[in-house]
C-alpha cells in the first residue's frame, strides 16, 4: 500500500527551530530520491529540498543554510530539520519520492495528507 505520513509541524516564532518527519511505504521509499515540498496558501507547490539514495542532497536558494534533509533508510523516513525559521516558511510541508528530470525534481503522483508549518513574526 502506498502510503507518505508527515508529521512534526506547528507553531512557532521566528527563529525557532522545527523537525518534520515524512514515514513512507517501502514501495516509495526503497532506493528513491525523496524530496520536501511545501505550498502556502493560493501559491503553487514548490520542492524545498531533495536526497538521493546515497545521501546526495539538493536545496532551494530559500532555505540553504538553514534546512537540512537526512534520511534514515531502515526506516523508511525522511526528515526535514528547519532552523532560523521566517513567517515566510508558512505552509504545509509534503513530502513525496521524486525523480530527476531535465527540468529538475518531478514528484511522485501520490501525496500525504501533509503537515502545517506556522512561523509567527
Known amino acids: 500500500q502506498v502510503q507518505l505520513v508527515e508529521s512534526g509541524g506547528g507553531l512557532v516564532q521566528a527563529g525557532g527551530s522545527l523537525r518534520l518527519s515524512c514515514a513512507a511505504s517501502g514501495s516509495i521509499f526503497s532506493r528513491n530520491a525523496m524530496g520536501w515540498y511545501r505550498q502556502a496558501p493560493g501559491k503553487q507547490r514548490d520542492l524545498v529540498a531533495a536526497?538521493?539514495?546515497?545521501?546526495?542532497?539538493n536545496y532551494a536558494d530559500s532555505v540553504k543554510g538553514r534546512f537540512t534533509i537526512s534520511r534514515d533508510n531502515a526506516k523508511n523516513t525522511v526528515y526535514l530539520q528547519m532552523n532560523s525559521l521566517k513567517p515566510e516558511d508558512t505552509a504545509v510541508y509534503y513530502c513525496?519520492?521524486?525523480?530527476?528530470?531535465?527540468?529538475?525534481?518531478?514528484?511522485?503522483?501520490?501525496w500525504g495528507q501533509g503537515t502545517q508549518v506556522t512561523v509567527s513574526s
Open positions: 536526497i538521493t539514495g546515497g545521501g546526495s542532497t
Open positions: 513525496n519520492a521524486v525523480r530527476p528530470a531535465p527540468s529538475g525534481w518531478v514528484p511522485g503522483g501520490y
